[in-house]
């Protein structure tokens, strides 16, 4: 025998995917209450022993309703297959997850740790017996470890997972900080975290710390696949597969748009470029995906920078079918292409401002080359600028919890910023003297 579990998180029952399903007859498929329902109906075809979820199941106490209708259908259907559902609150639902335990009480539904105390809990399932530690977010900030009172578990070779909702890999968070150390020194064999909403699975010699991710895309800044992970006990190690069941999948694609000057034709190059992105997607891995919301970057040498800027803006928002079944949106277009060189070395002769503009490409672009005075104070200037801003009070949480960010710049990402802006400079500049 052995135990096959079905874990998610982050599901935040109410909200549904920004931007998609903009048409409207088929805006319910980009709800996470449908998703919630796909994860209930996956769990029972593939025979889970136990659904676990991670925290934030529910989005607030203002979505009750929502929430309460979608989360007792999905129990509905759990419980017709005998699966029981071990969960943990989060930030979002330390208030509206107790609630929907109590209403559900001897369904089937165990929330463990409530109040911020640790459980631990023995389930007979069909695959056997399996042993669940968990902790609840008892309010809606939590800025110490919970991992500094875990509890003694017997050693009895039970297989114990851990259930947790928290900030992983920092010291600093107001959301439950999760030091790797202290959760690998605990007993779990897995643990199963909610919070972030990018999806991760770490494996170690004989331990994996996951977060399944929001099961449901919600936001453009949730890139790539989304959805649940398939847990199976095999010879005591537990294997962690990602399932993607997000209808909604977010991407940022480059696109090469060559001498293109017309909307029709960048529209064309766009959509060719992203179905060819897509092909490499199987149909069966990704069944429950309807639409690709992708955010373009348009790259490389162009003739007419400001005109491709123009067209690039009334792509924002189209929306395209492809073959199969799946929906594109371009939300945003980036245009990142710069003036051709050999223009820039014609007009680096120049005596003008767009002469002293191609001068400074050309030398920032040649890295061997001694750079002149005035660049050099340009530089430090642009340092002494960021340092400042860097240094400003509303950052200071930034600084506590990445301090890679607040790190300081290197000497060439310094020059390719400004290169970036000389370039977007010049292209404008350009623009203005010829007058059209
Ligand atoms: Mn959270």
């Not at 559902?85 to 740790?113: C, E, F, K, T, W």
């Not at 107001?174 to 999806?199: C, D, M, N, R, T």
């Not at 991710?213 to 537990?238: C, D, I, M, R, Y």
């Not at 999948?249 to 064309?268: A, H, M, Q």
Request: glycine content about 6%; charged content about 25%; some cysteine.
């Amino acid at each position: 025998m052995s135990l096959k579990l079905l874990a998610a998180a982050d599901i935040h029952l109410g909200r549904s995917s920004s931007g998609a399903g903009l048409d409207g007859e088929d805006a319910f498929l980009y709800r996470a209450s449908h998703t919630w329902i796909t994860l209930c109906k996956l769990a029972c075809r593939k025979e889970a022993d136990a659904l676990l979820l991670a925290g934030d199941i529910a989005d607030e106490l203002s979505a009750y309703f929502e929430a309460s209708s979608a989360f007792s259908n999905g129990l509905r259907i759990l419980k017709d297959a005998s699966i029981p559902v071990i969960m943990v609150s989060g930030n979002h639902d330390y208030a509206i997850l107790p609630r929907l335990a109590d209403d559900y009480q001897n369904d089937g539904l165990y929330l463990l740790g409530n109040n911020g105390s640790w459980d631990v809990r023995d389930f007979k399932l069909g695959g056997g017996q399996l042993r669940c530690a968990g902790w609840s977010f008892p309010d809606a900030r939590v800025y110490t470890d919970p991992l500094e009172h875990f509890p003694d578990v017997p050693n009895d070779n039970v297989p114990l997972i851990g259930l947790l909702h928290g900030d992983f890999g920092t010291t600093r968070s107001s959301y439950a900080p999760l030091s790797e150390a202290k959760l690998l020194s605990a007993g779990p064999q897995v643990w199963v975290l909610g919070h972030i909403h990018k999806p991760m699975i770490n494996t170690y010699a004989n331990k994996t710390i996951l977060y399944p991710g929001s099961l449901q895309a919600l936001s453009p800044k949730e890139t790539g696949a989304h959805g649940a992970v398939w847990l199976e006990n095999k010879e005591g190690f537990f294997e962690a597969k990602p399932v993607e069941l997000s209808t909604v999948r977010y991407e940022k694609i480059t696109v090469s748009p060559g001498n293109i000057s017309n909307e029709l034709d960048l529209k064309s190059t766009t959509v060719s470029t992203i179905e060819n992105y897509l092909r490499q997607w199987s149909e069966e891995e990704h069944a429950e995906l309807r639409e690709c919301i992708a955010d373009i970057s348009l790259t490389g040498e162009h003739p007419d920078v400001e005109e491709l800027s123009r067209i690039a803006q009334k792509l924002q928002g189209d929306a395209a079918e492809t073959g199969f079944r799946l929906r594109i949106r371009i939300r945003k277009v980036h245009n990142l292409c710069t003036v051709p060189q050999s223009a820039v070395e014609d007009i680096a002769v120049q005596k003008d401002m767009a002469g002293v503009l191609a001068r400074l490409i050309l030398q920032l672009e040649n890295k061997d080359e001694l750079l002149d005075d005035d660049t050099l104070r340009l530089l430090e200037n642009l340092e002494s600028r960021r340092q400042f801003l860097r240094n400003q009070n509303v950052y200071s949480a930034l600084r506590q919890d990445s301090p890679e960010l607040a790190e300081f710049t290197t000497d060439d990402q310094l020059r390719q910023l400004l290169l970036h802006e000389a370039r977007i400079l010049l292209s404008g500049l350009l623009k203005t003297k010829t007058g059209n």
